[in-house]
């Protein structure tokens, strides 16, 4: 896969993240805890407790697999969150997802679309993958404001699909493709030409998405 470069549009930056970013990663997460909670994935069968140091080297020793870039989201300099890109597949499928997170300080200043753009972009034109997707939880409000700015088009519910904090959780799904705009998903944004209803979920789906599944 080669070397990640760090990504930049003003004051943001998203670069590789490194051992040592294991300290302000713990601090941050400590800091945003309440902030953060509802929206942590856990593993149904594994330990509450949360390894930082270990869970960087999981993701760099994915990442040298192939499977992942992982980075930390910077604004003016400052740890301001994490962007995984996970579960690569070249060949025929050539897709991946995005995950991410913000600290709480730095919400609302477009630092999360600009971090999700530049990832997106590196993957569709440096990676060579053909489909990004996204998936948000339904409650998730200000992330499902991050996938209509950008115009990702929504895909459909998908019932309990990942265990976050404490159970499984429905989520909407989203996705772009590199053939929908070649000219990459940051410029399009920038230049305010992003199809109006993009990224929009139906109301059929956000009523579906309050009523329990039914699990015997």
């Not at 930056?13 to 490194?18: D, F, N």
């Not at 700015?149 to 799904?173: A, S, T, V």
Request: net charge positive.
């Amino acid at each position: 896969m080669g070397t990640t470069p760090a990504l930049r549009d003003g004051a943001v930056v998203i670069r590789p993240i490194r051992l040592r970013d294991a300290r302000a990663l713990e601090h941050e997460l400590a800091l945003n805890r309440g902030w953060l909670r509802t929206w942590e994935a856990t593993n149904p069968h594994g330990p509450l407790a949360f390894d930082v140091r270990g869970s960087i080297r999981s993701l760099l020793t994915h990442q040298r697999a192939g499977g992942g870039v992982p980075f930390v989201v910077e604004v003016d300099g400052e740890f301001a969150g994490q962007l995984n890109v996970s579960g690569i597949t070249y060949g025929s499928l050539s897709s991946a997802s995005i995950g991410y997170w913000i600290a709480e300080r730095f919400a609302g200043r477009g630092a999360t679309p600009t971090a999700v753009a530049l990832a997106t972009d590196h993957c569709f034109f440096s990676l060579g993958l053909h489909r990004m997707e996204i998936c948000i939880r339904p409650e998730n409000a200000p992330s499902l404001r991050v996938v209509e700015k950008l115009g990702f088009r929504y895909e459909g519910l998908r019932r309990r699909f990942i265990h976050i904090n404490g159970d499984w959780r429905d989520h909407f799904c989203f996705a772009l493709t590199a053939e929908e705009l070649p000219e990459g998903v940051l410029r399009r944004w920038k230049e305010g030409r992003v199809p109006a209803g993009a990224g929009v979920v139906p109301a059929a789906d956000r009523a579906a998405a309050l009523s329990p599944l039914r699990v015997r």
